[in-house]
């Protein structure tokens, strides 16, 4: 299994029955899951999710935006209960205006989970950790 360094973006290589123990990175030492949503660039979010075997929940959100600064602490709650299955990202619209027109952003807060470089689910609007976590294992079927 590939999984993307959140830290430095390196890709290292983990027997899929040792992904529950976490592990290190190989290039900068640092933990692979730390149970807090990465933030990405346009060119961050390109290794992880074409590199990547992890499924991506993505938060598009904005400094701005009341609801996105509301669900903030859910969507950090929801990383410590997915990972080391999903990875957790933020992707801030104001910032990447390219990667938010790329996927045809139109309000925020917006999720969409993206598996192997492929969007496979979306959904608009704040949610409680709980609603978060049981939207996203019934999109993976877990």
């Known amino acids: 299994m590939h999984i ?5 973006d390196t890709i290292n290589r983990v027997p899929p029955e040792k992904q529950d123990r ?9 933990p692979l899951f730390d149970g807090h949503p990465v933030a990405l660039t346009a060119e961050r979010f390109t290794t992880h999710a074409e590199k990547g075997d992890l ?10 935006c009341g609801p996105c600064r509301m669900m903030a602490p ?9 990972e080391p299955h999903v990875r957790l990202v933020k992707i801030n619209t104001d910032e990447e205006q390219r990667l938010a027109g790329a996927f045809g952003i139109r309000s925020i807060p917006t999720l969409a989970l993206v598996h192997k470089g492929r969007e496979v689910a979306r959904t608009s609007g704040a949610m409680p950790a709980t609603a ?3 939207w996203t294992r019934q999109q993976l079927g877990v």
């Open 132 to 134: 978060l976590v049981a």
């Open 55 to 64: 499924p991506l929940l993505i938060d598009f959100w904005a400094e701005w």
């Open 22 to 30: 976490g592990g290190k990175c190989g290039q900068c030492g640092r």
């Open 4 to 8: 993307v360094c959140p830290h430095c």
């Open 74 to 82: 859910a969507f950090e709650q929801a990383a410590r209960e997915l």
